[in-house]
DNA sequence: TTAATCTTTAGAGTTAACTCTAAGTCAAGA
DNA sequence: TCTTGACTTAGAGTTAACTCTAAAGATTAA
C-alpha cells in the first residue's frame, strides 16, 4: 500500500507543491514512481518526511538536509558522518533553546511592565516600581 | 555621547547594512541625524535595537515588530496592544519550545541509533536492540 | 591638509524556501 | 464513457530578510 503526493503531504503537514520541491531539490531520492509516473509514497518514506520535518524544525538548511539524504543513499561507510550531524543539530538545538530562555526573560519583564503601564495608564513604571528598573538594567545589559 | 551606526553595529550584533535596512523598513524612527545627516545611537536607541533582536530571535517578523514600534510611537493610547503582543509571543514561545522539545527526542534516538551503528560498522541495529525499535515506534508515529 | 576610513542614499542583487501556473496526463465514481 | 479531481513537468513568480554597489559627503589621525 502507498499513498499519493496529495496524500503524504496531508500526513506530514505539508503541501504537494513543496513534496515536488523538495523532490527537485534532491531531498526524496527514495520516492518511487508508479508506471505511469506518480509518485507513490510507502511508509518509509512518510517516515523520510518526518525526519526531514524534524530536521527542518529545528533549522538546518535543505542543502544540509540533502546532504544528510545522500549520505543515508551512499551507505554505511557514512554512518559516523551521520551520527556526527545529529551530535552537532543537538548541539545547535540546545544553544538554540538557551538563547530563546533568555529571550523569554525579556519578553516576561516586557509583560510585567505593560501589566503595570495597562492597569494604570501611563508608563511611569519605574517611578512606581524602582525594582522592575533593576531587573530591565539586570536583563539589557551585557 | 552617542554611537555611529557601525558601533552601534557592533554592539547588538548585526551589520551597519542591516541596520540601514531596518531604518529604512521603518524599524528605528526613533534614531536622530546630526546636522550633517550621520545617525547617532543614543544608549537608549541600543535598547530598542536589543529587544527588536529579542522579537526577531523568537521568530516574530520584521513587519510585526514594525508594528510594535509604530505603536509605541503612537503613545499611551497602544498599552493594551502592546502588552497583548508580548501575551502573545511569550505564547508562541513555548509553544515553539516544546515542538523543539520533541524534535529533541528524535534526535537523540538518531544520536542512539548511529553511535550502535558506527559501533558495529552496520546498520543492523534492530536486531541487535528490539527496545530501540520500540522507541522509534513511539517517536515517529501521529 | 591630506589620506584613510567612516557614513550617506537609492537602488540593484542575492538567498532560501516556497508558491503558483500552464498544459497536459491519469484515476475513480456515476 | 464521461467528468471531475488529482497528478505530471518545466519554469516563472513571490516573500522575507538581508547584502551589496556606486558615488558622494563626513570624520579622524598624522
Redesign the interface.
Known sequence: MSYSIGEAAKMVGLTAHTLRFYDKEGLLPFVKKTSSGLRAFTESDI?WL??IE?LK??GLPLKQIKQYIDWCMEG?ST??Q??NM??E??KR??E??A??EK??E???F??KY??D??KH???NVFERNPKLLEEKKRL?ED
Do not use: M, S
Request: charged content about 35%; proline content about 3%.
Open positions: 517516515e518526518k525526519i524534524c524544525g529545528t554505511d554512518i559516523p551521520r551520527l545529529f551530535i543539530q543537538k538545538v540546545e538554540q533553546k538563547k530563546w529571550h523569554l525579556k519578553i516576561n516586557k509583560i505593560y501589566e503601564a495597562a495608564g501611563d508608563l539589557f
